[in-house]
């Protein structure tokens, strides 16, 4: 069965820190571009950071440059998130998605994803 599991969320308070992770099973993830996005309360959902796991090329909304971070660790078949400075705007649910890619890209990621996380909880507050 193929799907994707995210892990990792859970309560932090303004500032602080917190590391997804998204683990493939059932395929492999060389072929794919990894995008997390999230979808707070009442909002549309709206994509984070996008990885090409050919290459390890990674692209970031501007809401989050600077403060999250993307990174395979392929023989884990797995991609992680690493989010810092955290803010209260970055509470949402976080869904972690995969596109097949031909031609390895970061920008690959968008609305039609081939495969999606049933997504982890993230809340800042104090």
């Known amino acids: 069965q193929l799907q994707l599991v995210e892990s990792g969320g859970g309560l932090v308070q303004p500032g602080g820190s917190l590391r997804l992770s998204c683990a493939a099973s059932?395929?492999?993830?060389?072929?794919?571009?990894i995008g997390w996005f999230r979808q707070a309360p009442g909002k549309e959902r709206e994509g984070v950071s996008c990885?090409?796991?050919?290459?390890?090329?990674?692209n970031y909304a501007d809401s989050v440059k600077g403060r999250f971070t993307m990174s395979r660790e392929n023989d884990k078949n797995t991609v992680a998130l690493q989010m810092n400075s955290l803010k209260p705007e970055d509470t949402a649910v976080y869904y972690c998605?995969?596109?097949?890619?031909?031609?390895?890209?970061?920008?690959?990621?968008?609305?039609?994803?081939?495969?999606w996380g049933k997504g982890t909880l993230v809340t800042v507050s104090s």
């Open positions: 998605a995969a596109v097949r890619t031909i031609i390895p890209s970061p920008f690959a990621c968008g609305r039609v994803m081939d495969y």
């Open positions: 059932g395929f492999t993830l060389d072929r794919y571009a």
């Open positions: 990885i090409s796991i050919k290459n390890g090329r990674t």
